[in-house]
């Protein structure tokens, strides 16, 4: 998005080997080191030039206050892959203190997506792959909308929970944090549907991961995790004892950890039939969340989910004002075609939300007509949706 969006002069990317890849617009890249690197930056600055740094986290702090003496010359957008370097950034003896703003880029919306990929695929292949391209690294993947999106996965699942780990160590190593066996299973376990700290508590006591089956060690781990970036906290509505439903942040990791998980993939191959069932589970669960985000974003309020009492199931997505006190809509999401008895059983446990507007998302059409009482989504519907958020979200952000 930098190089892309920012009319830069010179971008800079710090290595890991402590050297900078340089590159002049216009000019081909070469390698310097930090300190001559540093001295060039300082120069287009002090001629109001604009500077990309990217990998930032990686500079050496003694450059910083190199950086600070620049201002208020030129424009330096520092890019960094971690958010361990933020509070570093913004501690009381950095030199960098007040001279910089945060914005944090997290996972591509599934509205933006769907918006991005509908005139190529049509309405309903840009939601279903929506949900997987929310990470744009995705999109350089051989045979992406070769298959459907649970059964690439799944075809794919090997390579791709290498790429998985390599992303998600290199995440952990830039915060200076090691990515222990103990952070490696509750990413496993998440991404597998447990996501309840007491159970996984117990779950990593018995591996022996863990010294005793103590919830409040697990939720420590579980909030490191949210602090990176990697966890996402859904609310809970309506759930007896429980109020946040932990989760991975991004639908593919989730689905390939899970896999990781319930096949081991990391350990023994699998037929592929047996996979694709395993990833179309996992795969309808974060697309419920992922649709959840949306209508979310569309009703102004805050997603989440509601598990029922009494094995009686669950409903997908119950839309909560910004209070988070009331029920605004609730939603159960269907892949397949939906009937009668879909919706009748739809009623029943949306109804139990206390949300008044209730309705059914149906990605493959209807065989019955809805009840007047019961919204229906189409694809067609998703995707306006998500083209009117989008346009919302651009005439906000040119006011």
Not at 140 to 167: C, H, R, T
Not at 330 to 356: L, N, P, W
Request: proline share 5%.
């Amino acid at each position: 998005m930098a190089r892309l969006l920012v009319d830069w002069e010179l971008y800079a990317t710090v290595t890991r080997d402590n050297t900078v890849i340089v590159e002049h617009r216009g000019h081909e890249p070469r390698t310097a080191s930090v300190e001559d690197a540093a001295r060039e930056i300082l120069s287009i600055l002090r001629d109001e030039g604009v500077v990309v740094l990217d990998e930032f986290q990686r500079l050496p702090e003694r450059y910083w206050q190199m950086l600070a003496l620049a201002h208020p010359d030129g424009a330096l957008v520092l890019v960094a892959s971690s958010l361990g370097v933020v509070s570093k950034v913004f501690s009381t003896r950095s030199p960098l203190l007040g001279l910089v703003a945060p914005v944090r880029i997290g996972l591509i919306s599934l509205g933006d997506a769907i918006t991005s990929l509908t005139p190529r695929l049509g309405p309903l292949d840009s939601v279903l792959w929506g949900v997987l391209l929310r990470e744009p690294w995705l999109s350089a993947m051989p045979g992406v909308f070769s298959a459907k999106p649970w059964e690439w996965i799944a075809d794919s699942a090997n390579i791709l929970y290498s790429v998985a780990q390599s992303l998600v160590g290199e995440a952990f190593s830039e915060e200076e944090r090691r990515l222990t066996r103990l952070y490696e299973a509750v990413l496993r376990l998440l991404g597998a549907g447990v996501w309840d700290s007491r159970t996984l508590a117990t779950i990593l006591h018995h591996r022996g991961l863990i010294e005793t089956p103590s919830p409040s060690t697990v939720t420590g781990v579980l909030e490191k995790l949210v602090d990176m970036g990697l966890v996402a906290k859904t609310r809970l509505w309506r759930t007896r004892g429980k109020r946040v439903y932990y989760r991975h942040s991004s639908p593919l990791l989730a689905i390939v950890y899970g896999l990781a998980e319930k096949h081991a993939i990391d350990e023994y191959p699998e037929a592929p039939g047996t996979l694709r069932e395993t990833a179309l589970a996992l795969y309808a669960r974060e697309l419920q969340f992922s649709l959840a985000e949306l209508l979310a974003e569309h009703y102004g309020g805050i997603p989440s989910y509601t598990i029922l009492p009494h094995g009686e199931g669950d409903v997908d997505i119950v839309v909560l004002d910004k209070a988070a006190k009331k029920p605004i809509a609730a939603y159960e999401v269907k892949m397949g075609k939906c009937a009668h008895s879909d919706y009748q059983k739809t009623i029943e446990r949306a109804r139990k939300t206390g949300a008044e507007k209730i309705g059914i998302i149906c990605l493959r059409g209807a065989v019955d007509q809805p009840p007047a009482s019961l919204e229906m989504f189409s694809p067609e519907d998703i995707a306006r949706i998500a083209i009117s958020n989008a346009r919302k979200a651009v005439e906000t952000s040119t006011l």
